[in-house]
């Protein structure tokens, strides 16, 4: 690779670690909010969120003990990796030698997957930066997630059904999943004001 490359991939890096530590900070500071009130959605949101960034993390740890050449615990988390557009990369422990020789280039296709969406993740909240912009204001690595006017409650849920409408490409299983776990405490509320009214015994239920 000549500088310019290099240069080009070691900027992807650089792009999808900022986002990274935004969502991070964002979801955090959604669920400290929802601590102050009552906010059922938006909580159920910043959990699913969380569960992804978990599952994220848990597959880069997986990448870094193949390519430490040590032997990776039992994968348990294939559904979790399919319901967000992923699939557990296998491409095997490397030997010493083989270590020795990764080339940027290599890590910048092993690591693909797990960047895409984390960039997708990113622009879904408004936590993408541009390396443009990260020169121009470096206090964008740590403050980005704090710009976000992010939406919240009902609002949330209309915005993530927009995107799932009009989205397409590799992040549409990321935004149904989201979707459908913010949605759960919606659905819960309105199966329990159309029943709240009934006394229904052993648990019977109106078909």
Known sequence: LDYVSTQSLCIDFVKVGVAHHNLKCLVQSLQEACTTKNDPVTQAFAKAMENVLRVVDSEIDKQALRLGGQKEEEDR?????????????????????????????ELHELTSVIRSRLLALANICGCFTSFEAIKGDPSLLQTQWQRVNFPQSDKLLTYLHDKCVHGDGPEQP??????????????????????????????????
């Open 77 to 105: 988390e294939g559904d979790e990796l399919s319901c967000i557009g992923m699939s557990s990369s296998n491409t095997g422990s490397r030997t010493e030698a083989e270590r020795e020789m990764i080339t940027v280039r």
């Open 174 to 207: 990321l935004l149904h999943h989201l979707f459908l776990n913010t949605l759960k405490p919606f659905v819960q509320q309105i199966h329990e004001y159309s029943f709240k009214q009934m006394r229904l015994e052993r648990r019977e239920f109106v078909v």
